[in-house]
């Protein structure tokens, strides 16, 4: 899979094409769809363009959104953040997430509080467990908790910045985590990404290791040559070239 994040938590601040209403959203994902991706990972807004997880925005996003994948002919997958940052209380959050319809998978964040909780809110609500693992050093977190084994798939996703300020050959820092996955016994799929500079060469990491990807203004504005994207559809081609 190649997945689109069109906008994470940023704004225009970051780049004046970043899509932050349900329209432009839309508008840019028939773009990406067209290029070539085939999931998608969402940071739903609400009217304000503000981030939230209430259900009944996440509910009317996911429709619309799946409706334009079925246009386009795209089996797309739809995934969400399950951010604390979004709604700091767990007991409310977990609460909004009980009631979400349409979303295949969401990533919870391992660095997050309670993430145990929430993971098994959505494994009674069927909603796939997509783990956020930011560093090596979260692996043992991860096992600690037991629910490896019960994940859809666990996000590598590494940023050479905050918080972690993580160092040396991002394939390398890939490798760490990849061999304690092996190491743990886990056949769990497999989502390698990195932030800002580390992004392109961890697109290729992942084409290498037949991992799932993703690109988008969520992780890096930029194109390999160093040139600002206009566009996510840009980002997504040029990950496919890469993938050649």
């Known amino acids: 899979m190649l997945q689109v994040t069109p906008n994470g938590p940023w704004t225009k601040d970051v780049h004046p094409n970043m899509p932050v209403s349900l329209t432009e959203v839309l508008a840019d994902l028939r773009e990406c769809f067209r290029a070539g991706a085939t999931g998608v990972h969402l940071h739903v807004r609400d009217e304000t363009g503000a981030e939230t997880l209430r259900p009944e925005v996440v509910n009317e996003t996911c429709r619309w959104v799946r409706a334009l994948a079925a246009e386009e002919g795209i089996a797309a997958e739809i995934g969400l953040t399950t951010g604390e940052w979004i709604v700091p209380g767990l007991a409310e959050r977990i609460a909004m997430i009980r009631e979400w319809e349409g979303v295949d998978v969401a990533t919870v964040n391992l660095s997050e509080a309670g993430f145990e909780s929430v993971m098994a809110a959505m494994l009674d609500t069927g909603i796939g467990i997509d783990v956020g693992l930011w560093a ?64 392109w060469p ?13 690109v988008g203004f969520e992780d890096s504005i930029y194109l390999p040559d160093g040139s600002i994207a206009p566009g996510n559809a840009a980002l997504v081609r040029a990950a496919l070239a890469l993938r050649g």
């Open 136 to 199: 090596p050093a979260e692996m043992k977190v991860l096992l600690a908790s037991g629910l490896l084994p019960r994940a859809r798939r666990v996000s590598i996703e590494l940023d050479p910045g905050e918080p972690y300020h993580l160092t040396g050959e991002p394939s390398a820092v890939a490798q760490q985590v990849n061999s304690a996955l092996d190491e743990a016994g886990s056949a769990c799929p497999r989502l390698t990404h990195g932030m800002n500079e580390w992004t």
């Open 202 to 214: 961890l697109v290729a990491d992942a084409f290498r290791r037949g991992h799932d990807t993703r």
